[in-house]
Nanobody, 124 residues
């Protein structure tokens, strides 16, 4: 079992930045590909960014590309999502997720472990 705990969400003004963190415990963190997803009320859970086990390969959803950076520190069992130039449409609950396997996962169904999420609210 892998436990994931997110932090770093909050209320930010449009144009601002946030850095989300996700700390993993329970199993070998470096064995998992990691992803950040978000879900707004009444909408599906969508991918924001994903990263492979080593951190050498990343993927960004179109809306996140250029404004977000996913990274990981395997020594600290932590994955990060740095977001900048936030806008009200980025308001959602952001979830950290982990999947077994060496490749990137692009869909929520490919991930096996989930955190509880951290709320990001962007005011206009």
């Amino acid at each position: 079992q892998l436990q994931l705990v997110e932090s770093g969400g909050g209320l930010v003004q449009a144009g601002g930045s946030l850095r989300l963190s996700c700390v993993a415990s329970g199993r070998t963190f470096r064995s998992y590909g990691m992803g950040w997803f978000r879900q707004a009320p009444g909408k599906e859970r969508d991918v924001v960014a994903t990263i492979n086990w080593s951190g050498g390969v990343t993927y960004y959803a179109a809306g996140a590309k250029g404004r977000s950076t996913i990274s990981r520190d395997n020594a600290k069992n932590t994955v990060y999502l740095q977001m900048s130039n936030l806008n009200p449409e980025d308001t959602a609950r952001y979830y950290c997720a982990a999947r077994s396997g060496t490749g990137l996962g692009y869909m929520a169904t490919e991930y096996h472990y989930w955190g509880q999420g951290t709320q990001v609210t962007v005011s206009s």
